[in-house]
């Protein structure tokens, strides 16, 4: 089985640009989470979808959305980019049940200057 | 916010011996999990303990869970080179299963060869 496939691998980016960013989860798996990881904050929650409904929302601004699409492909978007946005930004996928592990992709690198 | 602390932040230890780090949550939890991350790249889940378990082993890993204490231990055995990366407790209070994790700051583990 393929794994959990995130694009682009790394991106540069100004500040009040926004960006979307692409995850592709693991076959059969319909829950989708993102992560946002700073070595300040360290690894942060952002939302989860299952089966294109969101199902739980971290603590970020509204600047931070996602959507999930009917073969479960996700993709978040940050508008107005901050300085502070700068991280590496981790999918996870999951089959969704109760104790059931993620999957994490290897990330995108997200630079915004 | 992180609800795990762990503890050391970095340990260095010498080929063969055995690793052992801790983890310290606040709320009560359904399932403690551990994951490893080599730098720069995605986490990779190791293994996953219930509320209910106190002790569980995969492979070289032993896992512990004291719900009383709110705390969990990860011990390593026979540490070999690849197992050089950060390791991450993270906890699952939710209400579906796994559609949001609570991730601890990580302990950065160097084994010297």
């Known amino acids: 089985k393929a794994g959990v496939t995130q694009t682009p691998r790394y991106l540069i980016k100004t500040r009040g640009q926004q960006v979307t960013l692409s995850c592709s989860p693991i076959?059969?798996?319909?829950?989708v989470s993102w992560y946002q990881q700073t070595p300040g904050q360290g690894l942060q929650f952002l939302f989860e979808?299952?089966?294109?409904?969101?199902?739980n929302k971290g603590n970020f601004p509204g600047r931070f959305s996602g959507r999930q699409f009917s073969n479960s492909r996700s993709e978040m978007n940050v508008s107005t980019l901050e300085l502070g946005d700068s991280a590496l930004y981790l999918c996870?996928?999951?089959?969704?049940?109760?104790?059931?592990?993620?999957?994490f992709g290897n990330g995108t690198r997200l630079t915004v200057t | 916010s992180q609800q795990g602390e762990e503890d050391p932040q970095a340990l260095s230890i010498q080929e063969g011996e055995n690793a052992t780090m801790n983890c310290s949550y606040k709320t009560s939890i359904n399932n403690l999990q551990w994951y490893r991350q080599n730098s720069g790249r995605g986490l990779v889940h190791l293994i996953l303990i219930r509320s209910n378990e106190r002790e569980k082993h995969s492979g070289r890993l032993r896992v512990t869970l004291d719900t009383s204490k709110k705390s969990s231990s990860l011990l390593i055995t026979a540490s070999r080179a690849a197992d050089t990366a950060s390791y991450f407790c993270a906890t699952d209070a939710s209400n579906f299963g796994n559609e949001k994790l609570t991730f601890g700051t990580g302990t950065r583990l160097t084994i010297i060869p």
């Open positions: 996870a996928s999951s089959v969704g049940r109760e104790n059931s592990p993620l999957h």
């Open positions: 979808y299952f089966s294109e409904t969101q199902r």
């Open positions: 076959s059969g798996h319909r829950s």
